[in-house]
């Protein structure tokens, strides 16, 4: 079956440090990739996305590259703010017509100033 | 443009109650999912409608749990004979087809006395 494992949080850092959260996949085809996030008190946005190896997906200062060799999808941000903080979600789907988005189990992170 | 609605946010029952939320998906969509997610987990997917047909239902849809779509629009999901277990958020999320990306609403708690 499919699944997505994702460092375990919670992850504090101070502002402006780098962040990685690590994600990483198996899969029975050949999956698009996904990084959702969740502020306190809302729904899952689409933070960035990969549909094919050696894809970069970015949004917002954070990056994601699509490593099919490593079965990886690293979340990547150069300098977290305050505002950053939230539940980050890797997520993947199979098939451009598939409707199952099945998820890891999330990472908190918290950006003290 | 107004996004994925869900209603109640919250609700509060006892055990062996009957419960029912409410998803207004937005208007040019006609893929509509729910998921449930437990506390430090990641969302499981439990069902998929394309326009009014139930396409997929996950073996974590119980008996005691039926979902709606009657006119390819709003979704109802409902629980009969409440269990502690199902003390969850349920999360609703429409898309268009082959787009790959779910837009989430902001979930209904529930929460089983």
């Known amino acids: 079956g499919n699944s997505v494992t994702q460092m375990e949080g919670p992850v504090t850092l101070s502002e402006e440090a780098f962040l990685t959260i690590n994600c990483t996949y198996t899969a029975t085809g050949y999956p698009s990739l996904f990084w959702y996030v969740q502020y306190p008190g809302e729904g899952l946005q689409l933070l960035l996305k990969?549909?094919?190896?050696?894809d970069k997906g970015s949004n917002k200062g954070f990056e994601a590259t699509y490593r099919k060799e490593t079965t990886s999808f690293h979340l990547e941000k150069g300098s977290v703010q305050v505002s950053d903080s939230a539940v980050y979600f890797c997520a993947l789907i199979i098939g451009a017509g598939s409707y199952q988005l099945t998820f890891g189990k999330g990472t908190k992170l918290s950006v003290i100033p | 443009d107004t996004g994925v609605s869900q209603n109640p946010r919250h609700k509060i029952t006892k055990r062996g109650q009957n419960v029912t939320f409410r998803c207004d998906p937005i208007?040019?969509?006609?893929?509509l999912y729910w998921y449930r997610q437990t506390l430090g987990q990641g969302p499981e997917f439990l069902t998929y409608?394309?326009?009014?047909?139930?396409?997929?239902k996950s073996r974590l849809l119980s008996d005691r749990f039926s979902a709606e779509r009657p006119k390819g629009s709003f979704s109802t999901l409902e629980i009969q004979r409440t269990e502690q277990g199902d003390s969850a958020m349920y999360l609703c999320?429409?898309?268009?087809?082959?787009?790959?990306?779910?837009?989430f609403g902001e979930g209904s708690r529930l929460t089983v006395l």
């Open positions: 990969a549909t094919k190896a050696d």
């Open positions: 999320a429409s898309s268009k087809p082959l787009a790959g990306e779910l837009f």
């Open positions: 409608f394309q326009n009014e047909a139930q396409l997929e």
């Open positions: 208007s040019e969509h006609n893929r």
